[in-house]
């Protein structure tokens, strides 16, 4: 019996390489993302204090890394999603805003607040899993 055990270390073009890590890993038809993060294309953190205006960037971001991987977010089977604070408020506006990047693909997902993400000024983070659709055999 032969295993494929070929893992593919995904970056996007369209984000910064500034960051010591794949964007996401692929196996197969599965693809696991790092947690995308409201980094620009020059690896600053924005919009610093406004929980909705990252999360709009780290949806963009997610969007990116998911499309380097074949994949869009209609192929994702779950989230979880990352905010930086204690108040309930922060937690409802990252999360409208990840909810309406999805429109009707209502993938299971976790909403967790956290004390701190990895860089300074960071609110939101979200990461994904995902199934790459099946190729296409055209018939001859």
Known sequence: MTTDRTVELLR???LTDDVPYAYAAAAGRLVLTAGACPLDAQGAVTPVGDVAGQARLVMDNLE????????Q????LKTTVYVASSDRADLVAAWDVVRAAFGDHDAPS???GVAMLGYADQL???EAVAVRPEPVVLAR
């Not at 990116?64 to 994949?71: Q, T």
């Not at 977010?73 to 994702?76: E, L, Q």
């Open 110 to 112: 976790t909403l967790l």
């Open 124 to 126: 939101v983070e979200v």
């Open 73 to 76: 977010v209609s192929d994702v």
């Open 64 to 71: 990116a890394a998911l499309g380097a991987a074949g994949c």
């Open 12 to 14: 996007a073009a369209t």
